[in-house]
């Protein structure tokens, strides 16, 4: 398996434009979750899904984020109107809900509102 | 509030060394405990995973330990090689969380050769 696929892997915008970002679970995984990680606040959960229902949004900082999951393969984050104040590494993970439920992450889109 | 702590948030060993690194958590009703590392711009990976009703679980050289009444959790890593040097990561589910992790900020990590 290729892992939770995410891109882009880099965004660099200005300010006011609106950003999208994607996310691929792995294959079989029925939960998603979306985090951001920033030097003061670490890793925070934004949102996360259970058979692409979104369960708990609480995490997601202000009416300009939004995410989808329209399918068990595909995820996306937007942020729209993006501000300076969004800069940061904004990481997907899965995990099934059998078994563990190991989360495992993909790489990351490191995003910079300019 | 259900807290994670790690500290030091920086340790640095010489090469050979066995080294332990620390995790606390506020609320002993815990599901599981997962431990991770992340190397610099990269994403996490997952190292260990301890569910409540263990006391350790070991993958080469990591060996992590729970001890859920007093709340903490090591991950020790054996004869610590320069590329061990990352950022390790606790996460806890705690009880009643559904899925949710609550990381702690981790501890960066250096062996130097």
């Known amino acids: 398996d290729a892992g939770v696929i995410q891109s882009p892997r880099h965004e660099v915008t200005e300010m006011g434009q609106e950003v999208t970002l994607r996310c691929k679970p792995i294959?079989?995984?029925?939960?998603l979750f979306w985090y951001r990680q920033t030097m003061m606040r670490g890793l925070e959960l934004l949102i996360y899904?259970?058979?692409?229902?979104?369960?708990?949004d609480s995490g997601m900082p202000e009416d300009r984020f939004s995410a989808k999951m329209p399918n068990a393969s595909f995820s996306t984050l937007k942020i729209q109107p993006s501000e300076p104040r969004d800069s940061a590494v904004y990481f997907c993970?899965?995990?099934?809900?059998?078994?563990?439920?190991?989360?495992?992450f993909g790489p990351g889109t490191r995003l910079t509102v300019l | 509030k259900q807290e994670v702590t790690q500290i030091p948030a920086a340790l640095s060993v010489p090469e050979g060394e066995n080294l332990v690194l620390n995790c606390s958590f506020t609320?002993?009703?815990?599901?599981?405990l997962q431990w991770f590392r992340q190397d610099p711009g990269k994403g996490l990976t997952s190292l260990l995973l301890?569910?409540?009703?263990?006391r350790e679980q070991t993958s080469g050289r990591l060996n992590a330990s729970l001890d859920k009444s007093s709340g903490r959790s090591t991950l020790y890593i054996a004869a610590s090689q320069p590329g061990d040097s990352a950022t390790y990561l606790c996460?806890?589910?705690?009880?009643?969380?559904?899925?949710?992790?609550?990381f702690g900020s981790g501890t960066q990590l250096t062996v130097l050769p």
């Open positions: 996460a806890v589910r705690f009880s009643g969380s559904a899925r949710q992790l609550t």
């Open positions: 899904f259970n058979n692409n229902v979104p369960i708990d």
């Open positions: 301890i569910q409540s009703s263990q």
């Open positions: 294959s079989g995984h029925d939960y």
């Open positions: 609320d002993s009703a815990i599901y599981n």
């Open positions: 993970a899965s995990t099934p809900s059998t078994g563990y439920n190991e989360q495992f």
